[in-house]
Nanobody, 117 residues
């Protein structure tokens, strides 16, 4: 599985951005697609997760109600819609695919999101 992330940028607090993660290759083997982020000097944290088969989602408490994960099945692309952005959302965002349960084994390149106040 290959993942190509895009859509990062700079935005003012309260603004919105949409990240994309295009999957290719053995996409039929994906169980979950996850979004993660890593702020400067901090560990990588999970943002949310999308079930490839059911479409169910999970969100970290820090983004619940503000971020939404969706998929365009025809394009094998997963999106992270980020609304009401806060400066603390500033981070490098990564998408990842889980083809073995319990382990994200394929990662896209990071895309930087900067939110200024």
């Amino acid at each position: 599985v290959q993942l190509q992330a895009s859509g990062g940028g700079s935005v003012l607090a309260g603004g919105s951005l949409r990240l994309s993660c295009a999957a290719s290759g053995r996409t039929f083997s994906i169980y979950y697609m996850g979004w993660f982020r890593q702020a400067p000097g901090k560990e990588r944290d999970v943002v949310g997760r999308f079930s490839w088969s059911s479409g169910s989602t999970y969100y970290a408490d820090s983004v619940k109600g503000r971020f939404t994960i969706s998929r365009d099945s025809a394009k094998s692309t997963v999106y992270l819609q980020m609304n009401s952005l806060k400066p603390e959302d500033t981070a490098v965002y990564y998408c990842a695919a889980q083809t073995r349960l319990g382990q994200y084994d394929f990662w896209g390149q990071g895309t930087l999101v900067t939110v200024s106040s």
